[in-house]
């Protein structure tokens, strides 16, 4: 073989040094956040055998518990399915006028881009706090604090999904003289209705885990008795709300995966 006919590499192609280089730096980034941060490594391995403790209590779990979590369980179910409908409805509109591609007015895309960024920055525990001095404590303030989480993620997600589209369809449309509504619908939607439910269902899903969390402030759901249980050290009961909720991911997880074949 002719070596002539091998194209050249560079010294930095040859040696992979953008490669080393990035590594590096990576490196580097990690060790002095660690060193800025105060993270010990070795406290967390000199203290590792009361994480095999503590899994030790959680290996029998209390079972005669399950039938008082269940009620808290399925409450969780029905804030997350709630919050989470209700943040994708209201983010589809806004999503549609983030998107580059289907609204060319930088403007309101940019005002829209700019509310969507507002939203994502409040954590889901300031959130919650808020709702529950609003509306009391209870459901009602987990709901509309999932519903708000939902929307600025579920917005990003969708947003991002649709200017990554064929943009065929949308021309052909509207050169055929059809408005922005047509355009959404018949070439917008077959497009990004696949993703649009694989956001949903996955949403969902780390809103039936969040509500947890969210039960600490009073927001209603299962996390009030993942809390009693820690509190009282009922590390038995623990792992009952812990198996449950893994089951419930499970099953989300098994019919997001279902839907997502038979919409292909």
Excluded at 22 to 36: D, K
Excluded at 161 to 185: C, F, H, K, S
């Amino acid at each position: 073989m002719d070596k002539d006919l091998i194209p050249k590499r560079t010294f930095v192609q040859k040696y992979h040094v953008k490669g080393l280089v990035g590594t590096f730096i990576f490196l580097l980034l990690l060790w002095g956040s660690a060193v800025m941060t105060g993270v010990n490594w070795g406290e967390f391995f000199t203290n590792l055998d009361q994480f095999f403790d503590l899994l030790s209590r959680m290996a029998h779990p209390a079972w005669d518990y399950t039938n008082i979590v269940i009620q808290p369980i399925l409450e969780t179910i029905q804030m997350a399915l709630i919050g989470t409908t209700i943040g994708t409805l209201i983010a589809i509109p806004f999503s549609i006028l983030a998107a580059r591609n289907l609204i060319k007015n930088a403007v309101v895309r940019g005002i829209i881009r700019f509310i969507l960024n507002l939203v994502r920055t409040l954590p889901d525990l300031l959130l919650a706090a808020l709702f529950v001095a609003i509306v009391g404590i209870g459901s009602t303030a987990g709901v509309w604090t999932l519903a708000v989480f939902s929307f600025g993620m579920i917005s990003k997600l969708f947003y991002e999904t649709i200017e990554t589209i064929d943009d065929g369809p949308l021309e052909a449309l509207r050169a055929a003289g059809a408005n922005n509504v047509q355009v959404v619908v018949f070439a917008v939607v077959p497009q990004v209705l696949n993703s649009f439910v694989s956001y949903f269902l996955y949403t969902f899903e780390i809103n039936v885990r969040a509500s947890t969390v969210l039960g600490y402030l009073g927001a209603g759901g299962i996390g009030v008795y993942l809390q009693r249980s820690l509190s009282s050290f009922r590390y038995d009961q623990t792992a009952v709300i812990v198996i449950a909720i893994l089951l419930i991911v499970i099953v989300i997880d098994s019919v997001s995966n279902s839907l997502r074949e038979r919409l292909q």
